[in-house]
């Protein structure tokens, strides 16, 4: 059965209290039903926590698209995250933030993220409601600072209206904040892919034998990193990369300081891969043609390089040209236009 998702959530919004309400009238919050897609594996994130909300996701959808929480009161959440580009910054190697900054690493998807329990391409965050914390106060991104955003929420009536609807505790302040930016980030589900309506049985999933022997080749020689179908093992991993001396980014070593944790990334999703160019944690390459160039022969050999793309001295995945252009076709069955669309996840 198609995800349902959003099926109670567009009902409730129907019956909504006006933004222009005074601010003594409470809104009807009511709760949204979170609907797991039949495809895909359990949920991680502990919904019971931070129960989901019409108001909570509103306000979540609020602060994601409020420039008024970066010190230089522009770049908000959607600035590297855009949503036709699976809220991904579309067209950059690696992301820019406050007076230009530039940062080191390219802005990963925002999709099913409440299936995943560690985040960020080295893993700095293991809980979706501390995510946003590291974006928001750094220097190069938002460079926010909580007291200065929560003093502007306080002298905003509708913030204040929807923190005292959203939370039993009705406080505008960071715990809240951060909950209610993690209700939205809930919600991005990409789950309505030609892949996923294939996998489910419905109209509309009829893959071309191109895609499915992509899908074969895929399954063969990519899945045991990118498994499940949210397309991820959230592992961490090297994938032989060539390091570039001028940053020399370490990965999930900066987090952990394991020597066998050097030059390892987070596995990424491939759900929108179609649409989230270019491509690996700098960005280095604009089409997925590069991508898997990369892997049949661009592979650099290091001491912590996963075992898969070894084999017997031998680097990378064998892969002829006629395979790539079946594993590219059936990536682009994992293109989501609903999620892409979904005016629920857009600012306007």
């Not at 897609?37 to 909300?53: A, G, K, Q």
């Not at 700095?124 to 003093?151: C, K, R, W, Y």
């Not at 995945?317 to 069955?333: G, Q, R």
């Not at 989501?336 to 600012?347: I, M, V, W």
């Amino acid at each position: 059965m198609k995800s349902k998702v959003f099926g109670l959530f567009l009902a409730a919004l129907l019956f909504g209290c006006s933004t222009e309400d005074s601010e003594d009238e409470e809104y009807q919050n009511i709760p949204i039903a979170f609907q797991v897609p039949s495809n895909f594996p359990p949920l991680v994130y502990n919904l019971s926590s931070n129960p989901l909300t019409e108001k909570g996701f509103e306000l979540g959808k609020k602060l994601f698209y409020d420039g008024r929480l970066a010190s230089d009161g522009l770049v908000s959440c959607a600035f590297c995250h855009i949503q036709q580009d699976a809220f991904t910054h579309h067209g950059h190697t690696v992301s820019h933030g406050v007076n230009n900054a530039v940062g080191t690493r390219n802005a990963q998807p925002i999709q099913n993220l409440a299936f995943q329990n560690v985040f960020m391409w080295d893993g700095a965050a293991n809980h979706l409601d501390m995510q946003a914390i590291i974006p928001f106060t750094s220097e190069i991104e938002m460079n926010g600072n909580f007291t200065d955003a929560v003093a502007m929420m306080k002298a905003d009536q509708e913030y204040r209206k929807l923190f005292k609807a959203a939370f039993v505790n009705g406080e505008v302040n960071s715990a809240n904040m951060l909950k209610a930016l993690a209700q939205f980030m809930i919600m991005a589900v990409s789950s309505n892919s030609k892949f996923d309506k294939y996998r489910r049985g419905e109209s509309g999933g009829t893959l071309s034998q191109t895609e499915m022997e992509g899908y074969s080749v895929f399954n063969q020689k990519c899945a045991s990193c990118h498994a499940t179908d949210l397309f991820t093992d959230n592992s961490f991993r090297n994938n032989g990369l060539a390091v570039n001396p001028a940053v020399d980014d370490k990965g999930r070593y900066r987090v952990t300081e394991l020597e066998q944790d050097k030059y390892k990334f987070k596995v990424p999703s491939l759900r929108n891969v179609e649409k989230t160019a270019p491509y690996m944690h700098d960005g280095r390459f604009f089409t997925l043609d590069a991508v898997l160039n990369h892997y049949t022969n661009g592979v650099t050999n290091s001491a912590t390089l996963d075992n898969s793309l070894s084999n017997n001295g031998v680097l990378g995945i064998p892969l002829t040209n006629d395979e790539k252009v079946k594993i590219i076709a059936f990536l682009k069955t994992l293109t989501d236009t609903e999620f892409l669309t979904n005016p629920q996840l857009s600012e306007f």
